[in-house]
Nanobody, 118 residues
């Protein structure tokens, strides 16, 4: 059974930092990419950052220069280092794994809350 478990969310003041982790277990197949998405109240879920199989990365414009995605391939774990956090970064952050075996399947974590507040 595939499980993605996120951790590291919490409450932080503007300008602060947090590091999110997502550990994927039970994966059978090739992980083409691992991503972080977020969803703020009343808004659609949006892509924050993505790291592909061979290490290339992709970021939303709103987080470029502040967030860094990285991956431990041996442990099937992806991280999101978030610096210079802003009020508008407040959201539930979700991890996603794009896996290919005989077809492509996306797996999601349960989400972790990040709140940026004074």
């Amino acid at each position: 059974q595939v499980q993605l478990v996120e951790s590291g969310g919490g409450l932080v003041q503007p300008g602060g930092s947090l590091r999110l982790s997502c550990s994927a277990t039970g994966i059978i197949g090739r992980i083409n990419a691992m991503s972080w998405y977020r969803q703020a109240p009343g808004k659609q879920r949006e892509l924050v950052a993505r790291i592909f199989e061979y290490g290339s990365t992709d970021y939303a414009d709103s987080v470029k220069g502040r967030f860094t995605i990285s991956r431990d391939y041996a442990e099937n774990t992806v991280y999101l280092q978030m610096n210079s956090l802003k009020l508008e970064d407040t959201a539930v952050y979700y991890c996603r794994a794009d896996v290919y075996l005989t077809r492509s399947t996306n797996y999601w974590g349960q989400g972790t809350q990040v709140t940026v507040s004074t």
